[in-house]
């Protein structure tokens, strides 16, 4: 299989480019704005519940197991949940999900548009549809994302409490105790930085894929999980990279 | 009027289209008829601007549209209504909000007006009862009544219809065929078909231009093309057997004599440009 790197990169720049023009009219755009924030993040909200819930559950449960020294105070756990939801699992376990959830969506929805012709429609009306069509998007995306990522945070450590309890191995207390011990603020922006990026990952290169499907059904089928392996690849690439700069 | 000299556009290795020249004017149905593959959709594509053609221009009233950057291209595209062949509504969109959708992003003017124009345009497609729909839930010719109401909502100048009859039985494409023609001349469009429906070419071919290969090979009217003496215009035409009795009968000396028309020349042009 041919990789046209640079062909790809080179497009992609240009699609970005030309989402930024005037807006034909403002009203049209704030209003797919918010369908757009309503269908990415409400419309995830679901499955950012179950996944963190039980990230945090199973984080508990399998730090206790490895914790076998007597010495090392229970409330450890707890603090290793609370840096492990914040700095990893949250941001980047969430955005692979979301990955496949929101960027299939992205890239099939576009796909579709554009083999039924409804892209080439709105062109001829003299609509920049770059900036109608993918504009809010990555903005919604931009916004949605990051506040995903901190609900998903804050459940997981709920999890993890309650995964504790259940099956005794830590107090409510301990655990509180642990969250409130040696808390970095720090984690924090490094996980709204990891949050930031991998929204913009999820949302345009599955825009990318979607608003350039050339054939038929078949093909928006290969762009949607196209976009879904190069924005999981990507991500984990860019956790590495962030992780490196900023720890 | 549009204007298109010289047009020329290759994909690749492949010729599509060969120095096309010709005039769409103002007030009539305009059909661009060929077999598949000769290159009609792809001109019409560069008439609109979704394909940049390689040399040649595209005059819209004198303006060269091929020379202009998108944002010099907005106000003639506001001018254009198209219809596509598979109609192109937008499917998350309900039928009044395919037709709002052009008026809600470009007219001026109160939600109230916006909304009887929406209902004017729906009115005079015939297309009753359907407002709350999606597309999805309502057939194809109803399809392309709401295309043509979108594409006529803003008042369009210059209007483009991409195989108006493709997937509809012969009375609603009489009915599509009909509706495009008075809208044509009631609004005096500069309507451009791309068909091969010999209907259509029968029924509202004011200007006839016959593609083969990329070339335009004829030009004339509907009362001309059945009388037209070019080999590969009347293979296309008399392709079917029910068309064999035309075919017979202007064989015959009344019509190889063009007694028919008191001896006047054959209409239209052998082009090949």
Redesign the interface.
């Known amino acids: 299989m041919e990789f046209k790197f640079f062909y790809h990169f080179g497009r992609f720049i240009l699609m970005i480019k030309g989402m930024f023009s005037r807006p034909e009219n403002m009203r049209m755009y704030w209003k797919e704005f918010m369908h757009q924030c309503t269908d990415i993040g409400v419309g995830s909200l679901g499955i950012v519940f179950i996944i963190s819930l039980f990230l945090g559950a199973v984080t508990t449960v399998q730090t206790a197991y490895q914790l076998v020294a007597g010495f090392i105070p229970k409330s450890t756990i707890a603090q290793i949940v609370r840096d492990t939801l914040i700095l990893e699992l949250a941001p980047t376990m969430v955005c692979i999900v979301l990955g496949g959830v929101v960027g299939s969506k992205i890239a099939s929805e576009l796909g579709n548009m554009r083999i039924s012709e409804q892209i080439d429609a709105q062109e001829i009306m003299g609509i920049n549809t770059k900036a109608y069509l993918i504009g809010p998007k990555i903005l919604a995306a931009l916004i949605t994302i990051p506040c995903l990522v901190v609900i998903a945070a804050f459940l997981g450590i709920w999890g993890g409490l309650q995964a504790g309890m259940l099956s005794g191995i830590i107090s409510s207390e301990e655990y509180m105790k642990g969250l409130r011990a040696a808390f970095d603020g720090y984690n924090v922006f490094v996980m709204l930085s990891k949050a930031f990026t991998y929204s913009f990952i999820i949302s345009s290169i599955p825009a990318y894929y979607g608003y350039n499907v050339t054939g038929g059904a078949l093909e928006i089928g290969r762009a949607s999980t196209k976009a879904v392996v190069v924005s999981c690849i990507l991500i984990l690439f860019t956790d590495y990279l962030l992780a490196a700069m900023l720890l | 009027m549009i204007e298109l000299i010289n047009i020329r556009k290759s994909f690749g290795e492949k010729v599509i289209l060969q120095d096309v020249s010709a005039k769409m004017e103002a007030g009539k149905t305009n059909l661009i008829i060929g077999a598949s593959g000769s290159g009609k959709t792809v001109l019409m594509k560069c008439m ?3 394909i940049k053609p390689d040399s040649g221009q595209i005059l819209y009233n004198g303006k060269d549209f091929t020379a202009m950057d ?2 010099e ?3 003639i ?2 001018e ?1 209504g ?1 219809l ?3 109609s ?4 998350s969109m309900t039928v009044e909000e395919n037709v709002m959708f ?1 008026l ?3 007219a001026r003017g109160n939600y109230k007006e916006k909304r009887k124009r929406m209902q004017e345009c729906l009115d005079r497609v015939n297309l009753k009862d359907a407002n709350k729909k999606y597309p999805a839930e309502i057939s194809g010719g109803m399809k392309k009544r709401v295309g043509i109401a979108r594409a006529i909502v803003l008042n369009p100048k210059y209007l ?1 219809v991409d195989e108006p009859n493709s997937g509809l039985d012969p009375q609603t494409s009489l009915v599509i065929d009909k509706l495009i023609k008075d809208l044509t001349a009631e609004y005096n469009i500069t309507t451009v078909v791309n068909t091969h429906d010999m209907n259509t070419v029968m029924e509202s071919g004011d200007h006839i231009m016959y593609m083969h290969q990329g070339l335009k090979q004829w030009e004339g009217s509907n009362k001309d093309i059945i009388f037209a003496k070019d080999k590969k215009l009347n293979d296309f035409i008399f392709a079917s057997e029910f068309f064999q009795d035309i075919k017979e009968m202007r064989q015959s000396e009344y019509f190889q004599d063009n007694k028919w028309r008191g001896g006047k020349q054959e209409g239209g042009n052998k082009t090949n440009s």
């Open positions: 609109v601007g979704l998108d944002m291209k907005k106000p595209r506001q254009i198209m596509f062949q598979g192109a509504l937008f499917d052009p809600d992003m470009f483009f």
